[in-house]
């Protein structure tokens, strides 16, 4: 089974595949949907959204092999609807997860055989990135807070002993190559608690990679068929630095880990395959500086060398109880809304 993170595809071959080993494309993919399904995309152009357009969605379709698309994300209701998305999704027998019009039902999970195994694939987005959560009573994603994230996974295993759990997280801040304390230290007690592993998006960059008890924890996916200028009246596009895309494979039957690398030309607007390291990757050590330290010398080295370090923004730490965590979100969402103000301004 291949991981792969955000796809924006806001028309048919928006994003072209080259140089694609046709092993890859007949593995069983999941993804995450950065951004509702919906049919007419010309009028959406300019707006300050992001979306997925009918024609590119079953244009990615046609050329991989997915079983499955989570939507737990923080573009997923800046337009269309949820029941046109979910409609079309269905309609291609495409399982998804994430999302619902309760809490239950945005907790139901993906739930897959892959080699004689049963997989589920719970997903879960982070409020403070603009993830619009459901608190059980309207429409929204499965929150990603430490109560909800540990209930849902506690029961998702104690009804399925023999299921290999995996959460897919929308989590971070944008362009972050390094995971939260928090959530370095939450993926390490669900693995504690019994899933196969934790894998993360949204920073639209590759992250790090940790084996902790000898399961995965993939940190970010980083992007995978997101059209650069195009989106926001042309004006979004994201460093250079996440050009380099990754397509994370998991062989169920032997537990083995390959990373496939690919390269995205922003100006033709094509992903390219470049080559495949297995789990001693170079390319993910790499991004992995702080791998096998303890919890409080990560700590400290975060404070000291994440990427958005000079900019206020609150660390979350798993001590933090759950005033201290909305005092924080009250922080982020001020800061947004000050930012709402100068892009408008400019």
Request: glycine share 6%; net charge neutral.
């Amino acid at each position: 089974m291949i991981f792969v993170g955000d796809i924006a595809i806001p028309y048919r071959n928006a994003v072209s595949l080259l140089n694609f080993p046709d092993t890859l494309k007949n593995k069983s993919w999941i993804g995450n949907l950065e951004g509702a399904v919906i049919q007419d995309p010309e009028k959406l152009q300019k707006e300050s959204i992001v979306f997925n357009e009918k024609e590119g969605v079953r244009y990615l379709l046609e050329e991989l092999n997915f079983s499955g698309l989570t939507l737990a994300n923080n573009h997923i209701f800046d337009t269309g609807s949820l029941m046109e998305t979910c409609d079309f999704l269905k309609s291609k027998k495409i399982p998804y997860c994430g999302i619902g019009k309760t809490l239950e039902e945005a907790r139901n999970p993906i739930v897959l055989e892959e080699a004689g195994n049963k997989i589920i694939i719970l997903n879960f987005g982070w409020e403070v990135i603009q993830c619009e959560v459901t608190n059980g009573h309207y429409t929204g994603v499965n929150a990603l807070t430490r109560k909800n994230v540990l209930r849902t996974v506690e029961k998702t295993i104690l009804e399925n002993p023999d299921a290999k759990v995996i959460p897919f997280m929308h989590w971070s801040y944008e362009l972050e190559a390094e995971p939260q304390p928090f959530e370095r230290e939450l993926a390490k007690k669900l693995i504690d608690m019994g899933v196969a592993g934790v894998i993360g998006c949204h920073p639209h960059r590759i992250g790090g990679f940790e084996l902790y008890k000898n399961k995965p924890i993939v940190y970010s996916l980083g992007n995978w068929m997101f059209k650069q200028n195009y989106f926001f009246n042309g004006k979004l596009k994201f460093p250079d630095f996440c050009n380099q895309e990754l397509a994370l494979e998991w062989d169920f039957k032997t537990d083995e880990i390959k990373f496939h690398f690919f390269s995205f030309d922003r100006d033709a607007s094509n992903l390219s395959y470049t080559h495949t390291e297995g789990i001693l990757s170079k390319t993910m050590s790499s991004n992995t500086p702080f791998r096998g330290f303890s919890n409080h010398e990560y700590r400290e080295w975060y404070k000291k060398n994440h990427y958005h370090k000079n900019k206020g923004l609150p660390i979350y730490y798993w001590e933090d109880g759950e005033l201290v965590v909305k005092l924080k979100n009250k922080i982020n969402k001020f800061r947004d809304v000050l930012l709402q103000i100068v892009l408008k301004l400019k």
